[in-house]
């Protein structure tokens, strides 16, 4: 309906201009300062970029009511991936912030979600811009891959840190006693990162395959 459209390309509106901003103040703060300015890119864009993810979380509910036709186990997984290491990882580690990967891992998401959400907005509205198209569905087949890779970097740069200061680890005074210690649970996730990691790639090429196909592609021009 045209309302739901229109509250979509709104989301979308608001994910581009988020995501843009981030791009934008990462590429000036590095011309600008050089290696300088990686250090400090959490402090600098971090509110923002968690804004943006948490924001990210109604796609589940989008696809859930209806209103978006995407898969929802592969976006499902890539939305938790993020927030699992933006929240869990990144935000409560404070040594872990000023490390490079995250700067890395921040421009790769970004990098990603400007031309995903650019195409988004444009797709409401019915205008299907081809280099755009092969962009957004063509993009994300390399670019993935090393956010995952970027992922699993920063889970491992954290391990010693969560061993240190027992963060999220707890010890429960049972009949049984009962503990987790948390550096186990993160080196379980990074297996679970790589199995996902499968899945979300499948799915890449598949709906590559279904935007880009000859038919398709002469349709959009049309």
Not at 100 to 124: E, K, P, Q, S
Not at 133 to 147: E, G, H
Not at 150 to 178: D, M, Q, R
Not at 195 to 208: C, K, P, V
């Amino acid at each position: 309906s045209f309302t739901m459209n229109t509250y979509l390309f709104v989301y979308d509106l608001m994910q581009f201009c988020g995501h843009t901003w981030i791009f934008t103040n990462m590429i000036i703060r590095f011309i600008s300062f050089g290696k300088d300015s990686l250090a400090d890119t959490f402090y600098s864009i971090g509110l923002v970029m968690r804004l943006c993810q948490l924001l990210s979380i109604l796609e589940i509910l989008h696809i859930l009511i209806g209103i978006d036709k995407s898969r929802l186990f592969p976006r499902f997984l890539q939305i938790t991936e993020r927030i699992i290491v933006l929240f869990v990882v990144i935000n409560s580690q404070e040594e872990v912030q000023g490390k490079y990967i995250v700067c890395v891992l921040f421009f790769l998401w970004n990098l990603l979600d400007v031309v995903r959400y650019t195409y988004n907005m444009l797709a409401r509205t019915g205008i299907y811009y081809l280099p755009l198209t092969w962009l957004n569905f063509s993009l994300c087949i390399p670019l993935y891959p090393l956010s995952v890779l970027a992922k699993a970097f920063a889970i491992w740069v954290s391990l010693p840190y969560f061993e240190s200061f027992g963060t999220y680890s707890i010890k429960l005074p049972l009949p049984i006693t009962f503990s987790i210690y948390f550096p186990y649970v993160l080196k379980m996730y990074l297996l679970v990162l790589f199995i996902g990691m499968r899945f979300i790639i499948q799915n890449l090429l598949s709906e590559r395959k279904a935007h880009l196909g000859t038919g398709n592609i002469k349709k959009k021009r049309s």
